[in-house]
């Protein structure tokens, strides 16, 4: 099998995901996948776990986070940020440090269980990171479900833009027809601005039953 899933969650996303990294990993094993990207929330406390039981299992592991990013409002200085979602994974050493620096800027600056960072922490932070776009609580996502197609456009841009075009279109098909239309909508994106679209599936639990 030639899929790679780039988006998966943990038990160690606290209240979201349902799985231990060892479990994660040898589900991925068992189905014959290409690699497997761990991306908690705002979280690298499962890394060491996976990274070991990936090893020992012959499965090309991958590093990364779902990071919340607070974006300002557009109308209003005084509105609140719109809190989104942004996977990034670690491509080399610096990537993994950047990372984690951004995981204790997140909870250090922010009221205890509601971390997130800013754009500009981000473009302080971006070197050896690649981004998705996320799920649909994606900065991108989120414009493009609303049918703001120039404003998703946009908000790719500076995503490219802060990380050197180390970023991909995030899409996913869960048998939802609303998943479906903003799918369509994100791939116009990623055509619009000549880059790759991928899909993930946004795993929350190892197999179906523990859902």
């Keep these: 099998m030639l899929y790679a899933e780039l988006h998966c969650h943990s038990c160690f996303s606290l209240l979201d995901g349902a799985a231990l990294p060892e479990v994660l990993v040898a589900r991925a094993s068992e189905l014959g996948l290409a690699a497997l990207a761990l991306t908690d929330h705002d979280e690298l406390g499962g890394a060491v776990r996976f990274a070991i039981a990936a090893h020992e299992a012959g499965l090309p592991g991958l590093i990364g986070a779902e990071l919340t990013v ?20 670690a491509e080399s050493r610096e990537g993994y440090a950047n990372l984690s620096t951004l995981v204790t800027i997140g909870r250090r600056d ?7 960072v800013s754009l500009d922490e981000l473009a302080s932070h971006a070197g050896g990171l690649f981004a998705l776009t996320g799920c649909p609580r994606g900065w991108v996502a989120t414009l493009a479900e609303r049918g703001e197609p120039d404003a998703a456009c946009d908000a790719a ?8 075009r180390r970023v991909a279109i ?32 946004d795993v929350h639990y190892a197999r179906a039953r523990d859902r």
């Design 70 to 89: 607070a974006i300002p409002g557009r109308d209003d200085a005084d509105a609140e940020p719109l809190l989104t979602h942004l996977p990034l994974l």
């Design 110 to 116: 922010r009221p205890r269980g509601s971390p997130a």
């Design 157 to 164: 841009a500076t995503l490219l833009d802060i990380f050197d």
């Design 170 to 201: 995030e899409c996913w098909d869960h048998g939802l027809p609303e998943e479906r239309v903003t799918t369509g909508r994100l791939i116009e994106v990623a055509r619009a601005l000549d880059i790759p679209w991928v899909v993930t599936n």
